[in-house]
């Protein structure tokens, strides 16, 4: 058994393990993924300032996030295809973060539908819905996420239209593989994700395949989303979906500080500075760097969280510093996911944890309320570098 000290250990395990069409598809950013880079690297520029002889017993990182209790500021971000990343992923994931206490969020493109992950949980998840220009699927999601107990709406609202991902359309991505002769080479090599594969029945998008009529295969699949996407989106049908859900709602996929104040104007609970880990808009600056701004905007108005790059608790440490509330990981858990299933995403979440606690410490905090500016250290004209 390897020794796993960070997340990128996870990742060489994931890479190994799993077909080469779902590795790629997750480690991926639009276009030149300039974006999906700048994620990570800025990330990088910013240090923390060491402080020392300053009391570090009894330290916590638990917090809440809207109004709910966390182990840290972290939750699941939704992530198409889970499911496909390792057998059942989506209840795997979902296990994972319940037992450690930070939330899940369920992609409306999960494997296991939204049924299925709350069958296998004891605890409510997130669910994710994209603005879809179709109000009867919109209605019956909803309603099946109010049934199945889910607690928060994730509202994604960076997808009107899908960002070109070059190495999805070169491998001819699909759920299940299509099997082209390149397919069952690299799969050839995957037996053991294969195996565990063969042993489900989960390998469809469950949250659609037999909810929408019509579609049951994967063509007709993204025949029906390239359709459904809606161009036309505008704030009014944003605070649509708002009041059919009724509860708390999460925007994500905010990167200005304009539309943040219209995220405020619809009665957001929390917004997610992101740009959808860098598959969405390439040439979009890097979250971390537009946190400050939006932060400054509307923090008093509203929770302002982020994801994109975050790959240690580190990261976790200088997102919150610079006046996150709340993260969300994607591909951080993706790695541990299809590395080692449910005890990967725990030893991903493990790591994250140890990390941003020690370096809280380091950093002469004990308490992750305390954090904030005072504790990095941002190079001259990092904030305001572009305008
Ligand atoms: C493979 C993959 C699939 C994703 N699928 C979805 C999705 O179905 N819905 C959504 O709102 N965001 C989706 N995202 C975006 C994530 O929720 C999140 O914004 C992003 O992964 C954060 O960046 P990180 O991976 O660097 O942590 C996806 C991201 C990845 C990597």
């Not at 997340?7 to 069409?21: A, E, F, H, Q």
């Not at 991902?165 to 053991?192: E, Q, V, Y």
């Not at 950093?363 to 992750?368: H, K, T």
Request: proline share 3%.
């Amino acid at each position: 058994m390897p020794v796993i000290t960070n997340i990128d250990d996870l990742k060489k395990i994931y890479r190994r393990r799993v077909p080469r069409m779902f590795y790629d598809y997750a480690e991926s950013g639009s276009w030149s993924e300039q974006t999906f880079r700048d994620n990570v690297s800025d990330f990088a520029e910013i240090r923390l300032r060491q402080r020392i002889a300053r009391d570090m017993t009894g330290r916590s990182v638990a917090t809440q996030m809207i109004g709910q209790d966390v182990a840290m500021p972290v939750a699941l971000a939704p992530v198409g295809l889970t499911g496909m990343q390792n057998a059942d992923g989506e209840i795997k994931a979902a296990r994972a973060a319940e037992k450690f206490g930070v939330p899940f969020t369920l992609s409306t493109m999960s494997i296991c539908s939204i049924e299925d992950v709350a069958q296998h949980t004891t605890k409510p998840f997130w669910f994710q819905i994209y603005t879809l220009n179709d109000d009867d699927f919109n209605a019956k999601i909803i309603n099946r996420a109010k049934a199945a107990g889910c607690s928060a709406l994730v509202i994604t609202v960076d997808l009107q239209i899908l960002g070109q991902r070059h190495k999805d359309l070169k491998n001819g991505l699909s759920a299940p593989p299509k099997f082209t002769i390149p397919t069952m080479l690299n799969l050839a090599t995957k037996w053991a994700w294969g195996l565990e594969m063969l042993g489900t029945k989960r390998r469809f998008f469950g949250n659609i395949v037999g909810h929408v009529e019509g579609v049951d295969d994967p063509t007709s699949l993204s025949a029906w989303t390239a359709q459904k996407f809606d161009h036309a989106l505008d704030w009014g049908k944003i605070a649509k979906l708002r009041d059919m859900w009724g509860g708390k709602v999460i925007l994500k996929g905010i990167l200005d500080a304009e539309d943040a104040e219209h995220a405020v104007g619809v009665g957001a609970d929390a917004i997610v500075v992101s740009n959808h880990g860098g598959r969405q808009l390439d040439g979009a600056l890097s979250s971390i760097r537009m946190l400050p701004e939006i932060v400054a905007a509307v923090g008093e108005r509203t929770e302002v969280w982020m994801d994109g790059g975050i790959r240690s608790g580190q990261d976790v440490l200088k997102a919150v510093a610079l006046g996150a509330k709340g993260t969300m990981i994607g591909r951080a858990f993706v790695y541990g996911l299809g590395a080692m299933g449910e005890k990967g995403v725990t030893t991903a979440l493990d790591v994250i944890r140890k990390e941003l606690d020690t370096s809280m410490a380091l950093c002469g905090e004990r308490d992750i309320a305390a954090v904030g500016r005072h504790n990095v250290l941002l190079p001259k004209g990092f904030l305001g570098a572009y305008s």
